[in-house]
Each structure stands twice: as structure tokens, then as C-alpha cells.
């Protein structure tokens, strides 16, 4: 049996740089992964449309990876922690045998699919029965920037969902459930309207001296925002745990 990394260990490999600032974000949506992440699998897991991050590998250290992604060029990508085993592949149509997986995930990967029901069915198709499915997506109201007096500061909207390939916005649960047939088994939020300033910031076109200076300023209302923060807290995005 592996059991995934403790929470602190996981926390503490946040591929962005500067974790506590601009990487807030991304910390945040590793604990709400990691709440919904099963403790303990078998040992093989498939990494969806896994482009660059690694963070399956960073989530259970020991596991054997596929990294699967349409572009083949990532193989040459993949980050020194990734020790996965790359596959060029289309998420609609997995190049497995049913049941070949104990773990599948589409951490930010169902948002830039256009026929994503196949693409969650395929996802159930691989994983074997008692498996899951991981999913991160943004909700379908998401907005950026979340503060209107960021506005001046920050990319519009379409520009940020083309520059990411989003093909929808993101999804309300019902939606997902309908996806996968059923309600998902866990759910953690991320992203609260506090916390939500310092993703705002991070992805704005303020010069790095100003931003520090927000930072500060924010700091500790952002703090308590993010250690108040529960599954199911008001959140912008959403991680979900299937099990077939």
C-alpha cells in the first residue's frame, strides 16, 4: 500500500516559486487535492493531461506514474521530480486496457477538453473498480480578477481563457456529477474571496517591488483567510474524488 505524502511534505514541494505569494494559489489547491485524495492506493496512477507539473509524483512519491498529454513535445518537459513514464495520448481516447489504473487524474485538464464527457468516462474506464478519479476545475462563475479595483492592473478575462485553452469557463457540481454519472464522494473548495487577492496580484502586470508591497498589505487578512478555510468554504475553484 502507498500512502500519499503527509500534508506539510506535499505542501512544502509547491513547483511555483515564492509559495506563500505568488504561488498561494497553487498551495491552496494542493491541500484541497490533497483532502480529497484517497491515503492510501495499490500503486499505479495516471496523470491526465499532466503537462509540466508532476504533481501526481509529488502526491504519492511512491507510485508508478503514466503521464499521458497531447503534446508530445512536454516529454521533453517533464519536471526532475516527475518520475513518471510519459505517454503522448488524447484524453478522449486513452491508449489503455479497462481497469489498468488504481488512480486516474484531470487536475485542470476537463475545462480545455470540448467533448469532456468522454474524456471523464475514458478516465473511468482505465481506473479499476474501488479506484478513483481526482478533478480540479474552476467553478462555472468564475471571474478573474476577483476585485474590481484589480481591473486596471490585470489582463481582461478572454484574454486569460485563451492564453489558457479554456474551452468553457468551468462547472457547477451538477454538472460534473453529470459527467461521471454520480455525485463525486469528496469535495474541497479553494480559493476564497481572500485569499483570491494574492492569485490576482500574482497574475497581474504589477512590477515585482509593488507587488511585494501588497503582499505585505494583505498578508495578514490573507492569512486568516487561508487558515479559516474548509472543504466547504465559498471557493472560486473546486477538487472532487470519484470512486468507481
Request: proline share 8%; with cysteine; glycine share 8%.
Amino acid at each position: 500500500m502507498i500512502r500519499k505524502a503527509p500534508l506539510g511534505q506535499f505542501l512544502s514541494r509547491n513547483p511555483f516559486p515564492h509559495g506563500l505569494t505568488d504561488g498561494l494559489f497553487y498551495r491552496e489547491k494542493m491541500r484541497a487535492i490533497h483532502r480529497v485524495a484517497p491515503s492510501g492506493i495499490e500503486g499505479r496512477i495516471l496523470e491526465i493531461g499532466g503537462g509540466r507539473s508532476g504533481l501526481a509524483s509529488i502526491l504519492y512519491p511512491n507510485a508508478d506514474i503514466v503521464t499521458l498529454d497531447v503534446d508530445p513535445e512536454l516529454g521533453r518537459l517533464q519536471p526532475p521530480w516527475a518520475r513518471s513514464t510519459f505517454v503522448c495520448g488524447d484524453a478522449c481516447a486513452l491508449p489503455f486496457a479497462d481497469d489498468s489504473f488504481d488512480v486516474a487524474t484531470l487536475f485542470d485538464v476537463l475545462e480545455h477538453i470540448e467533448d469532456d464527457r468522454r474524456a471523464a468516462q475514458e478516465a473511468l474506464r482505465v481506473v479499476r473498480p474501488g479506484g478513483y478519479v481526482l478533478v480540479s476545475t474552476p467553478e462555472a462563475d468564475w471571474h478573474y480578477p476577483y476585485f474590481r479595483i484589480m481591473k486596471p492592473f490585470c489582463p481582461h478575462e478572454s484574454e486569460l481563457m485563451r492564453e489558457w485553452g479554456h474551452v468553457r469557463r468551468g462547472y457547477r457540481d451538477p454538472e460534473l456529477a453529470a459527467l461521471f454519472d454520480k455525485p463525486p464522494e469528496l469535495r474541497a473548495t479553494f480559493i476564497n474571496p481572500v485569499t483570491a487577492f494574492f492569485h490576482d496580484v500574482a497574475f497581474s502586470r504589477i512590477g515585482k517591488r509593488r507587488r511585494k508591497v501588497l503582499y505585505a498589505l494583505a498578508a495578514p487578512i490573507t492569512a486568516v483567510g487561508y487558515a479559516l478555510h474548509r472543504p466547504s468554504t465559498r471557493g472560486t475553484e473546486t477538487a472532487f474524488s470519484w470512486r468507481k
